[in-house]
């Protein structure tokens, strides 16, 4: 692939070599995405629309497996999660708040909790 077409295309950023899930750069949608930062010229397909910010699997991750970030586990998977996928509350428990399982996944907002 050539530089020109490489740089036009949406990109993620893995922030270690041992992270199995990459932050979007910007809004991404279905296709092909260029994985920058510790592993440059790698990609991955994107199964869905994610937005900037939000984590993308770059590897499939089985149920229970270890969601890394930064080199560590930051969380795990609650069920599998296909390379491409948008990982977040729905699919990922925290390891760092167990309150993460009773969050929105667009929101934030506790689905645990009665607002009056």
């Known amino acids: 692939m050539d ?3 490489l740089n036009s295309q949406p990109r993620c950023l893995r922030l270690d070599a041992d992270d199995n899930v990459a932050v979007a750069l910007q809004d991404l949608v ?3 995405i ?3 930062g510790s592993c440059d010229g790698d990609s991955v397909d994107a199964k869905e629309p994610i937005a900037r910010g939000h984590k993308i699997a770059l590897c499939s991750i ?15 998977a ?3 999660i296909a ?11 925290s390891a760092l ?3 993460s399982h009773t969050l929105d996944p667009h929101s934030g907002a506790p689905t645990d909790t009665k607002y009056v």
């Not at 497996?65 to 080199?71: D, L, N, Q, T, Y």
């Not at 390379?83 to 428990?93: D, F, P």
């Open 3 to 5: 530089a020109g077409a």
């Open 78 to 80: 609650t069920q599998p």
């Open 62 to 76: 089985a149920e229970g497996g270890s969601v890394r970030k930064h080199g560590v586990p930051i969380g795990f």
């Open 30 to 32: 279905s296709g092909r």
């Open 83 to 93: 390379a491409g996928a948008w990982v977040h509350t729905h699919n990922c428990r």
């Open 34 to 36: 260029v994985v920058v």
């Open 97 to 99: 708040d167990e309150r």
